[in-house]
């Protein structure tokens, strides 16, 4: 079994949906009326990408993935 639990239709969706946060994030950020733009890092985009997997990871691979968006966090 894999890390990823999903029928191949959402896999293509997820996979759209991470294209589409990780190359839109600069213009996100830039929209978003934020006093501090380093508050956005690209260690957020990060994070936010690894949230949209979060539904489809198998259970042996959840406390890992967890630890990886803290570390996100963390940099951020």
Same mark, same amino acid.
């Given at each position: @079994?894999?890390?990823?639990?999903?029928?191949?239709?959402? !896999?293509? !969706?997820?996979?759209?949906? !991470?294209?589409?946060?990780?190359?839109?994030?600069?213009?996100?950020?830039?929209? @978003?009326?934020?006093?501090?733009?380093?508050?956005?890092?690209?260690?957020?985009?990060?994070?936010?990408?690894?949230?949209?997997?979060?539904?489809?990871?198998?259970?042996?691979?959840?406390?890992? @993935?967890?630890?990886?968006?803290?570390?996100?966090?963390?940099?951020?």
């Amino acid at each position: @079994m894999g890390v990823i639990v999903a029928e191949d239709e959402q !896999i293509d !969706i997820l996979a759209l949906h !991470i294209v589409f946060t990780a190359t839109c994030w600069c213009t996100f950020v830039k929209l @978003m009326p934020v006093k501090d733009p380093a508050a956005m890092a690209s260690g957020l985009a990060a994070y936010h990408v690894l949230t949209l997997l979060d539904p489809y990871l198998a259970a042996d691979a959840r406390h890992d @993935m967890n630890d990886l968006r803290g570390k996100k966090l963390r940099q951020h």
